[in-house]
C-alpha cells in the first residue's frame, strides 16, 4: 500500500508554462518535504512544510500543505528546463518511517 | 564533508549469491534509512534504524537485513539474490523528523 500517492505520474510541458503537482494520502503528517532528484543521483531537499496550510515559496516554487495535514502541492511558474527532474514527496505518517511518494517526473522542453 | 557514503556503485549478482551494501554516516544522525528506487519510480523503505542496536521493517523489508552496531553505519544484506531485487539502492540518514534527509550516491545492483 502506497501512503503517498503523487499526481500526474509524468508530465512534459513547454518552457514558460506553469504547472502543479500533487502529493495525497489518507493519513496525517506531522510534517511533508519535497525533494528534486536528477538521474544518477540522490534526491535533494527542495522544502519542508510543516503546519496545516502553510504555504513555502522558493523563487518560482511555492509549496503548500493541506489544513488537515493529509496532502501537499508543488506549483511551478514559468517552468524552465532546468526544473526537468524526478520530484518526490516524503514524510512521516505518525512513526519514524520516513515515506517517500510515488514520484512525478517532470521534463520541460525548450 | 562526506555525508553518507554507500559501497560498492555497481555490482552484478547472481541469482542465489548474498551481498552487503555497506552504509556510513559522519553528521552523527541517529536516524538511518535504506530505499530501493526502480526505474522512473518514487522510494520505497526496506528498513530503517533510529539508532544504534535498534531497526525496525519499513515497506518492503522481505530478502533483506540489516544491523546498526554503530551509529555511523548501516549495512544491507541481501541473501538469496533474486532478479527482483535488481534495483538502485539509496542509504540515507536525517538528525531527526522533519530535517533534511541526506542520501548517498547509491548503489545500482544487478541480478541475473
Known amino acids: 500500500t502506497q501512503l503517498l500517492e503523487q499526481s500526474p505520474q509524468f508530465l512534459s510541458i513547454q518552457e514558460g508554462e506553469n504547472l502543479t503537482v500533487y502529493c495525497n494520502s489518507s493519513?496525517?503528517?506531522?510534517?511533508l518535504q519535497w525533494y528534486r532528484q536528477e538521474p544518477g543521483e540522490g534526491p535533494v531537499l527542495l522544502v519542508t512544510?510543516?503546519?496545516?496550510?502553510e504555504v513555502k515559496k522558493l523563487k518560482r516554487l511555492t509549496f503548500q500543505f493541506g489544513d488537515a495535514r493529509k496532502d501537499s502541492s508543488l506549483h511551478i511558474t514559468a517552468a524552465q528546463p532546468g526544473d526537468t527532474g524526478l520530484y518526490l514527496c516524503?514524510?512521516?505518517?505518525?512513526?519514524?518511517?520516513?515515506?517517500f511518494g510515488t514520484g512525478t517526473r517532470l521534463k520541460v522542453l525548450a | 564533508n562526506a555525508g553518507v557514503t554507500q559501497t560498492p556503485k555497481f555490482r552484478i549478482l547472481k541469482i542465489g549469491q548474498s551481498m552487503t551494501l555497506q552504509c556510513t554516516q559522519d553528521?552523527?544522525?541517529?536516524?538511518m534509512y535504506w530505499y530501493r528506487q526502480d526505474p522512473g519510480m518514487g522510494l520505497k523503505l526496506i528498513y530503517y534504524?533510529?539508532?544504534?542496536?535498534?531497526?525496525d521493517k519499513g515497506e518492503v523489508p522481505n530478502g533483506y537485513n540489516v544491523s546498526r552496531s554503530t551509529t555511523e553505519d548501516f549495512p544491507l544484506r541481501l541473501e538469496l539474490a533474486a532478479p527482483s531485487q535488481t534495483s538502485v539502492y539509496f542509504c540515507?540518514?536525517?538528525?531527526?523528523?522533519?530535517?533534511?534527509?541526506?542520501f548517498g550516491e547509491g548503489s545500482w545492483l544487478t541480478v541475473v
Open positions: 540515507a540518514s536525517t538528525r531527526g523528523l522533519g530535517n533534511t534527509i541526506y
Open positions: 493519513s496525517v503528517f506531522s510534517s
Open positions: 512544510v510543516v503546519t496545516g496550510g
Open positions: 516524503a514524510g512521516t505518517p505518525g512513526t519514524y518511517k520516513y515515506i
Open positions: 553528521m552523527n544522525h541517529n536516524y
Open positions: 534504524s533510529v539508532g544504534a542496536g535498534i531497526t
